[in-house]
């Protein structure tokens, strides 16, 4: 079965610009949550999804955004780029969402903002 | 904001050795997991522990929980090359109805041949 797919891998953008990650889910796996990793530190929790809706919101501001779609994949926006987005970010998905199932994440998408 | 530290930050041992990494985070759980995750690639679930287990096997892994220090260990037995990642943990946010995992900073670990 394919893991968690995300594209692109590799994205390089200026300030000011805007971008959308995508991610599509394990098959049959309702939940999808994104993390920003700056290089060496742990991941930080963006936003998470269930069945379309946002269940949680990391401490981002508004130039963030997500959505779920219908077949359960997901689209992350960030408008206005800072260079402080340049970072990895991963998303991850699982059964109901919920923090007692691990979660299981892509290889992510590697974002460089000049 | 992270909620805990990893302890120590990077460890070097031989293959074969014993690998031994610290947790610790500073809010009440329900369980914490430990995830592996290797140069440029995405984070792999290793072992999840309930706040009311004390301990864990799985594999080559032990992980403890010590619940009234706030604290957990993951031990790497009989290290292979092939274990040379960063290793993270993560708990989950009592306060909140989601699947958030609130991740430390990690220890590198490198296992030399």
């Known amino acids: 079965d394919a893991g968690v797919t995300q594209s692109p891998t590799h994205l390089i953008k200026t300030r000011g610009q805007h971008v959308t990650l995508r991610c599509s889910p394990i098959?049959?796996?309702?939940?999808v949550s994104w993390y920003q990793q700056v290089l060496g530190q742990g991941p930080q929790f963006i936003f998470q999804?269930?069945?379309?809706?946002?269940?949680g919101r990391g401490n981002f501001p508004d130039r963030f955004s997500a959505r779920q779609f219908p077949n359960y994949s997901s689209e992350l926006n960030v408008n206005a780029l800072l260079l402080g987005d340049s970072a990895l970010y991963l998303c991850?998905?699982?059964?109901?969402?919920?923090?007692?199932?691990?979660?299981?994440f892509g290889d992510g998408t590697r974002l460089s903002i000049l | 904001s992270q909620q805990g530290e990893e302890d120590p930050q990077a460890l070097s041992i031989q293959e074969g050795e014993n690998a031994t990494m610290n947790c610790s985070y500073k809010t009440s759980i329900n369980n914490l997991q430990w995830y592996r995750q290797n140069s440029g690639r995405g984070l792999v679930h290793l072992i999840l522990?309930?706040?009311?287990?004390r301990e864990k096997h799985s594999g080559r892994l032990r992980v403890t929980l010590d619940t009234s220090k706030k604290s957990s260990s993951l031990l790497i037995t009989a290290s292979r090359a092939a274990d040379t990642a960063s290793y993270f943990c993560?708990?989950?946010?009592?306060?909140?109805?989601?699947?958030?995992?609130?991740f430390g900073q990690g220890t590198t670990l490198q296992v030399k041949p």
């Open positions: 991850a998905s699982s059964l109901w969402g919920n923090s007692n199932q691990p979660q299981h």
């Open positions: 993560a708990t989950d946010d009592r306060s909140s109805n989601t699947g958030k995992l609130i």
């Open positions: 098959s049959g796996h309702k939940s």
């Open positions: 999804y269930y069945e379309k809706e946002e269940r």
């Open positions: 522990i309930r706040s009311n287990e």
